[in-house]
């Protein structure tokens, strides 16, 4: 199920990109950058410097004010709504800081949603989806909610949600932010095995630490604007 | 800084939440519109004639005198006998033959006068203006007491419109009279008004002048009394002088007997709509407080008090509700206008006005409701504390719903569907509201369609519409005062008839009184000349008499008798008994006892003074109004005869009108209780619908699983409403039955039909999808990243 590779290499492409809000200055200011396929790279920043707006409309859960937006080849700045739904569920998976997981749906049902909406065939979703929960560890845990479950395994339940379609790119919007140290050390570990395995993975987070941990570029965000070269970070 | 300032800062004044305060102005100028006009139309079913008749000062007795037996002096000095308590009159009075429109327009009594004001009989202009020239008319809007209970008085012809011209017949010169006017005498005391010179050119020739006199007694509340007032002013005036005189009983015999017959169904929409509007106001109103519970906790985190929190949200929610209320009570009143206009045709009086007492009490009702609705909320707000609110205040209580979404993942639906169906389930409070918001809904409107189907059978089997499309009438252009056709102009319907092509059937029809031991009354009977079975009086018990010495009665003839159908009777036809069997009862809904035979059966009646009238029958595809033209052409200018259609009665006409207007008042309020439920269903799971769509939920996916919400309560909604409409409509029908002192054919009930049934019921699923597309669409809009950001 896994998609072939982007000619060219670039999973991800911005160029000249700008968000503006309503009033104020732009969340985001003419921000070019790429990602190649099977690059793990960290989008850092202070608190409203853009990471999150940048990870959304890399996402294509909203759009730019100026710019063009290229993931997996497709330019999504000129999608509609529906083709934009389309492309995430198929191309791109999302892992949110507080999981949002949906609290009635069972595990396992979580982790089936995106490709019951992309319209893969029960049986497959099934299959990908148990192979995923085993994967993550919790394939006992698929027949509860998730209301009952610890914070770094309602991560573990998300990550496999982001990646039952098997997406191009893995999008994770501060995945430890929400969990202890401990929970928060398994779960990166788990990102940079998926990443071995050539996962591209695009990881926004305010911590260093983690950035150094697991990110083979860094690109830092002050104000909206790219601030310095990209970093390239030892093995 | 005042105790008030942080209130208002919290509040955060009416704009900030602009869809939930439209929302809730919106139901309450609905809810409340719908509690005015309620609170009107049950006043207005409340004795409206005895409330008419002291407002326009009803006329006790309507004299008619012989104008050239009495002086001016005589007549007037009736005013001063001692039971007379006011008087109007004289005013001179002719009787005459009209056509509109070049059809026979029948007999009018018109009386001239000045001004339609008076101590006695206050006549209330409805359309146009008073006469105040020669050649103009006024015209009674409401028609006559009922005659022998056909049907609402005779239409002869195309109803005239204001500018209408009506020819007089029979008089000198043939003059015409434009109606500029409508108006209402609450005892009919004319049929019409002209300027007082213009009577006596439409007298005709050789008919001695009339005038009539109008008297308020003292003591006129029976017909004992009445007919002593009579006698007072017979013994005042010379003998001969009084050639007639009217009671207010009759009319107000007439009056509420039909406007009675409304009654049923006006109290059960009013019902209906107060019901549904205290429902939908008190979800509205309290799911907004409890909407606002995290925001509350947040205020009190940072330092407000209960009692201003309290106040906050109940200043939130006051100021659209009052907007709302302020507001429904004008829309409630202009919509009283025009419903009370055809409720006061309908009653036969002149006008009704809406209560101020109505507007008032649906305004503070439906503002002491929003109060409740939304104290109870605030109150437990106020008293939580802050983290207890905001917890409150999220998404509902884990462990509502399981079930459902496991359910509906097995049935294997797609999965925007499977969601829709499930998600009713997490707040069954709010679900169970919205459900039976749709199912009185959905009730309403089936109920109307059944009523309206229940009523226009009933119109066509009074008044024979659909069987007997022609009529034949002695009011003819050549008909005068006192004049009856002869032979030969009988026989000449006859012949006009047989020579039409469309002529399917024909049957002459005689009527006189005759009397019946046991019955004070006179029973009005009409005999069929012949096969009389096509013309298909509705059957309530029994067959159409099919048998020589066999008869039909309608209700009111074996109430008064006590006989039943099977049972003999002895008919006195002149001073020769006649034996007859009963074998059915016809819907023929009267105050007088009918009966319905051959010739045969009633020997005596088929006489020419009794010939009253010609039943036509048409073959298939005859166009009425051509034969109704080729037949009078026939006729000729001369003839006393005249061709005519049958009157499909005001009252049914009015009554459909008033169910329409009902039904889709409540209609739209379910509509408004279910946007309302889809809307707080939308903003308590926003971050979860931004969820789905950063999974990959496409518009169209959402739009359907969020118009699925509602599907489900629709569908039962759907399976309440229908039986319970059927019911309501049988009770109804049966309950206006009963008023108007008739039984009814089983027919006029079975009007539900499954297949009819069935898809009337998809009411329910139009009330809540018209509901939920709104709030479903702008779901399907929003985009994800705002989705995700709200909690």
């Given at each position: 199920?896994?998609?072939?590779?982007?000619?060219?290499?670039?999973?991800?492409?911005?160029?000249?990109?700008?968000?503006?809000?309503?009033?104020?200055?732009?969340?985001?200011?003419?921000?070019?950058?790429?990602?190649?396929?099977?690059?793990v790279?960290?989008?850092?920043?202070?608190?409203?410097s853009?990471?999150?707006?940048?990870?959304?409309?890399?996402?294509?859960?909203?759009?730019?004010?100026?710019?063009?937006?290229?993931?997996?080849?497709?330019?999504?700045?000129?999608?509609?709504?529906?083709?934009?739904?389309?492309?995430?569920?198929?191309?791109?998976?999302?892992?949110?800081?507080?999981?949002?997981l949906?609290?009635?749906?069972?595990?396992?049902?979580?982790?089936?949603?995106?490709?019951?909406?992309?319209?893969?065939?029960?049986?497959?979703?099934?299959?990908?989806?148990?192979?995923?929960?085993?994967?993550?560890?919790?394939?006992?845990?698929?027949?509860?909610?998730?209301?009952?479950?610890?914070?770094g395994?309602?991560?573990?339940?998300?990550?496999?949600?982001?990646?039952?379609?098997?997406?191009?790119?893995?999008?994770?919007?501060?995945?430890?932010?929400?969990?202890?140290?401990?929970s928060?050390?398994?779960?990166?570990?788990?990102?940079?095995?998926?990443?071995?395995?050539?996962?591209?993975?695009?990881?926004?987070?305010?911590?260093?630490?983690?950035?150094?941990?697991?990110?083979?570029?860094?690109?830092?965000?002050?104000?909206?604007?790219?601030?310095?070269?990209?970093?390239?970070?030892?093995? | 800084?005042?105790?008030?300032?942080?209130?208002?800062?919290?509040?955060?004044?009416?704009?900030?939440?602009?869809?939930?305060?439209?929302?809730?102005?919106?139901?309450?100028?609905?809810?409340?519109?719908?509690?005015?006009?309620?609170?009107?139309?049950?006043?207005?079913?409340?004795?409206?004639?005895?409330?008419?008749?002291?407002?326009?000062?009803?006329?006790d007795?309507?004299?008619?005198?012989?104008?050239?037996?009495?002086?001016?002096?005589?007549?007037?000095?009736?005013?001063?006998?001692?039971?007379?308590?006011?008087?109007?009159?004289?005013?001179?009075?002719?009787?005459?033959?009209?056509?509109?429109g070049?059809?026979?327009?029948?007999?009018?009594?018109?009386?001239?006068?000045?001004?339609?004001?008076?101590?006695?009989?206050d006549?209330?202009?409805?359309?146009?203006?008073?006469?105040?020239?020669?050649?103009?008319?006024?015209?009674?809007?409401?028609?006559?007491?009922?005659?022998?209970?056909?049907?609402?008085?005779?239409?002869?012809?195309?109803?005239?419109?204001?500018?209408?011209?009506?020819s007089?017949?029979?008089?000198?010169?043939?003059?015409?009279?434009?109606?500029?006017?409508?108006?209402?005498?609450?005892?009919?005391?004319?049929?019409?008004?002209?300027?007082?010179?213009?009577?006596a050119?439409?007298?005709a020739?050789?008919?001695?002048?009339?005038?009539?006199?109008l008297?308020?007694?003292?003591?006129?509340?029976?017909?004992?009394?009445?007919?002593?007032?009579?006698?007072?002013?017979?013994?005042?005036?010379?003998?001969?002088?009084?050639?007639?005189?009217?009671?207010?009983?009759?009319?107000?015999?007439?009056?509420?007997?039909?406007?009675?017959?409304?009654?049923?169904f006006?109290?059960?929409?009013?019902?209906?709509?107060?019901?549904?509007?205290?429902?939908?106001?008190?979800?509205?109103?309290?799911?907004?407080?409890?909407?606002?519970?995290?925001r509350?906790?947040?205020?009190?985190?940072?330092?407000?008090?209960?009692?201003?929190?309290?106040?906050?949200?109940l200043?939130?929610?006051?100021?659209?509700?009052?907007?709302?209320?302020?507001?429904?009570?004008?829309?409630?009143?202009?919509?009283?206008?025009?419903?009370?206009?055809?409720?006061?045709?309908?009653?036969?009086?002149?006008?009704?006005?809406?209560?101020?007492?109505?507007?008032?009490?649906?305004?503070?009702?439906?503002?002491?409701?929003?109060?409740?609705?939304?104290l109870?909320?605030?109150?437990?707000?106020?008293?939580?504390s802050?983290?207890?609110?905001?917890?409150?205040?999220?998404?509902?209580?884990?462990?509502?719903?399981?079930?459902?979404?496991?359910?509906?993942?097995?049935?294997?639906?797609?999965?925007?569907?499977?969601?829709?169906?499930?998600?009713?389930?997490?707040?069954?409070?709010?679900?169970?509201?919205?459900?039976?918001?749709?199912?009185?809904?959905?009730?309403?409107?089936i109920?109307?369609?059944?009523?309206?189907?229940?009523l226009?059978?009933?119109?066509?089997?009074?008044?024979?519409?659909?069987?007997?499309?022609?009529?034949?009438?002695?009011?003819?252009?050549?008909?005068?005062?006192?004049?009856?056709?002869?032979?030969?102009?009988?026989?000449?319907?006859?012949?006009?008839?047989?020579?039409?092509?469309?002529?399917?059937?024909?049957?002459?029809?005689?009527?006189?009184?005759?009397?019946?031991?046991?019955?004070?009354?006179?029973?009005?009977?009409?005999?069929?000349?012949?096969?009389?079975s096509?013309v298909?009086?509705?059957?309530?018990?029994?067959?159409?008499?099919?048998?020589?010495?066999?008869?039909?009665?309608?209700?009111?003839?074996?109430?008064?008798?006590?006989?039943?159908?099977?049972?003999?009777?002895?008919?006195?036809?002149?001073?020769?008994?006649?034996?007859?069997?009963?074998?059915?009862?016809?819907?023929?809904?009267?105050?007088?006892?009918?009966?319905?035979?051959?010739?045969?059966?009633?020997?005596?009646?088929?006489?020419?003074?009794?010939?009253?009238?010609?039943?036509?029958?048409?073959?298939?595809?005859?166009?009425?109004?051509?034969?109704?033209?080729?037949?009078?052409?026939?006729?000729?200018?001369?003839?006393?005869?005249?061709?005519?259609?049958?009157?499909?009665?005001?009252?049914?006409?009015?009554?459909?009108?008033?169910?329409?207007?009902?039904?889709?008042?409540?209609?739209?309020?379910?509509?408004?209780?279910?946007?309302?439920?889809?809307?707080?269903?939308?903003?308590?799971?926003?971050?979860?619908?931004?969820?789905?769509?950063?999974?990959?939920?496409?518009?169209?996916?959402?739009?359907?699983?969020?118009?699925?919400?509602?599907?489900?309560?629709?569908?039962?909604?759907?399976v309440?409403?229908?039986?319970?409409?059927?019911?309501?409509?049988?009770?109804?029908?049966?309950?206006?039955?009963?008023?108007?002192?008739?039984?009814?054919?089983?027919?006029?009930?079975?009007?539900?039909?499954?297949?009819?049934?069935?898809?009337?019921?998809?009411?329910a699923l139009?009330?809540?999808?018209?509901?939920?597309?709104?709030?479903?669409?702008?779901?399907?809009?929003?985009?994800?990243?705002?989705?995700?950001?709200?909690?």
């Amino acid at each position: 199920m896994r998609q072939q590779p982007i000619p060219g290499g670039d999973v991800i492409r911005l160029d000249g990109v700008t968000k503006t809000y309503q009033a104020g200055p732009p969340a985001l200011a003419d921000v070019s950058m790429s990602v190649a396929a099977g690059e793990v790279v960290a989008v850092m920043g202070p608190s409203g410097s853009g990471k999150s707006t940048l990870l959304n409309l890399i996402a294509g859960l909203d759009r730019p004010t100026a710019g063009t937006v290229t993931v997996a080849g497709r330019r999504i700045d000129t999608m509609g709504e529906s083709a934009l739904a389309r492309f995430r569920a198929r191309h791109v998976g999302i892992v949110f800081q507080f999981f949002n997981l949906l609290d009635d749906l069972t595990v396992e049902d979580n982790v089936l949603l995106p490709a019951q909406l992309a319209g893969a065939s029960r049986k497959q979703a099934r299959a990908r989806a148990d192979e995923l929960l085993e994967r993550m560890g919790i394939e006992q845990h698929k027949n509860a909610y998730p209301a009952r479950l610890s914070g770094g395994q309602r991560q573990r339940v998300a990550i496999a949600r982001a990646l039952v379609n098997s997406p191009e790119l893995l999008l994770a919007d501060e995945p430890t932010g929400a969990l202890d140290t401990a929970s928060g050390l398994q779960i990166g570990a788990l990102l940079r095995e998926l990443n071995a395995a050539g996962q591209t993975l695009v990881l926004v987070t305010h911590d260093p630490a983690l950035a150094g941990r697991y990110a083979a570029r860094t690109v830092r965000l002050v104000d909206g604007q790219l601030a310095g070269a990209d970093l390239e970070v030892p093995a | 800084m005042s105790w008030f300032s942080p209130i208002r800062t919290a509040t955060g004044g009416p704009l900030r939440h602009k869809m939930q305060a439209v929302v809730i102005a919106m139901v309450l100028l609905v809810s409340t519109a719908s509690a005015t006009l309620g609170f009107a139309l049950l006043a207005a079913s409340n004795t409206p004639f005895t409330h008419a008749f002291s407002a326009q000062r009803g006329a006790d007795v309507t004299v008619t005198v012989n104008a050239a037996r009495a002086s001016s002096a005589q007549l007037a000095a009736t005013r001063a006998l001692g039971g007379v308590t006011a008087a109007a009159g004289p005013f001179a009075e002719a009787t005459v033959q009209a056509q509109s429109g070049g059809q026979p327009f029948g007999q009018l009594v018109l009386a001239g006068r000045a001004s339609p004001g008076g101590a006695v009989d206050d006549v209330v202009l409805n359309a146009g203006h008073w006469p105040d020239a020669p050649g103009q008319v006024v015209l009674d809007a409401s028609p006559g007491p009922a005659q022998d209970g056909q049907g609402d008085g005779p239409s002869q012809g195309g109803e005239p419109k204001l500018g209408s011209t009506l020819s007089v017949t029979g008089v000198p010169g043939a003059p015409a009279l434009t109606v500029v006017g409508f108006a209402n005498s609450i005892t009919n005391t004319a049929d019409g008004w002209v300027t007082p010179g213009e009577v006596a050119r439409l007298r005709a020739a050789g008919t001695p002048s009339s005038a009539q006199l109008l008297y308020r007694f003292a003591q006129a509340g029976d017909p004992a009394q009445v007919r002593a007032d009579v006698a007072e002013i017979n013994r005042a005036l010379p003998p001969g002088a009084v050639a007639g005189a009217g009671s207010w009983l009759a009319a107000e015999d007439a009056a509420t007997g039909n406007g009675a017959i409304m009654d049923p169904f006006v109290v059960a929409f009013a019902l209906i709509g107060l019901v549904m509007a205290v429902l939908i106001v008190g979800n509205v109103v309290s799911g907004a407080v409890v909407a606002g519970y995290h925001r509350i906790g947040v205020l009190k985190s940072i330092g407000l008090t209960p009692a201003q929190v309290v106040v906050a949200y109940l200043s939130r929610v006051g100021a659209p509700a009052l907007v709302g209320c302020l507001t429904g009570v004008v829309l409630g009143n202009l919509l009283a206008i025009s419903v009370l206009a055809k409720s006061s045709a309908a009653y036969r009086v002149g006008s009704q006005q809406a209560p101020w007492w109505g507007s008032v009490a649906a305004l503070a009702g439906m503002l002491a409701l929003t109060a409740l609705a939304a104290l109870g909320p605030a109150l437990r707000a106020g008293r939580l504390s802050a983290a207890e609110a905001i917890a409150a205040g999220r998404a509902p209580r884990a462990g509502r719903g399981y079930a459902a979404y496991r359910l509906a993942n097995r049935l294997r639906l797609p999965r925007p569907i499977g969601l829709g169906l499930a998600a009713p389930f997490a707040r069954p409070a709010r679900t169970l509201v919205s459900l039976a918001a749709i199912a009185f809904g959905a009730t309403a409107v089936i109920f109307a369609f059944g009523l309206h189907s229940s009523l226009s059978r009933a119109a066509a089997s009074q008044n024979l519409t659909t069987t007997v499309p022609v009529q034949l009438q002695p009011f003819g252009p050549g008909a005068g005062p006192q004049q009856f056709p002869d032979a030969a102009q009988d026989a000449a319907v006859t012949a006009a008839l047989r020579a039409q092509p469309g002529t399917r059937h024909d049957v002459a029809v005689y009527e006189d009184q005759v009397k019946l031991p046991g019955i004070a009354q006179g029973v009005n009977a009409q005999a069929f000349g012949g096969d009389a079975s096509w013309v298909d009086y509705g059957i309530i018990a029994g067959h159409w008499y099919d048998a020589a010495g066999q008869v039909d009665v309608n209700t009111d003839f074996l109430t008064q008798s006590g006989l039943a159908v099977g049972d003999t009777a002895t008919v006195v036809i002149g001073t020769d008994p006649v034996t007859v069997r009963i074998a059915g009862e016809v819907f023929q809904p009267s105050r007088q006892p009918m009966l319905f035979g051959s010739v045969q059966t009633l020997p005596g009646l088929a006489t020419a003074a009794n010939l009253q009238e010609y039943y036509v029958g048409l073959r298939a595809g005859t166009s009425a109004s051509a034969y109704i033209r080729a037949v009078n052409a026939r006729l000729g200018s001369r003839s006393p005869w005249a061709a005519t259609g049958p009157d499909g009665g005001q009252f049914y006409q009015i009554a459909s009108a008033l169910i329409g207007l009902l039904a889709l008042m409540v209609a739209i309020a379910a509509g408004l209780g279910v946007l309302n439920t889809v809307l707080m269903t939308t903003r308590d799971r926003v971050h979860d619908l931004g969820i789905f769509k950063a999974l990959g939920m496409r518009p169209g996916q959402m739009l359907t699983m969020v118009v699925c919400w509602i599907a489900g309560p629709a569908v039962i909604a759907a399976v309440i409403a229908a039986p319970a409409a059927v019911a309501l409509n049988t009770a109804t029908i049966g309950a206006m039955a009963g008023t108007a002192h008739t039984g009814i054919p089983a027919s006029f009930t079975q009007v539900f039909p499954p297949s009819r049934l069935a898809l009337l019921s998809l009411a329910a699923l139009v009330i809540a999808a018209a509901g939920a597309l709104l709030p479903a669409g702008w779901a399907a809009r929003a985009r994800p990243a705002t989705a995700l950001r709200a909690e």
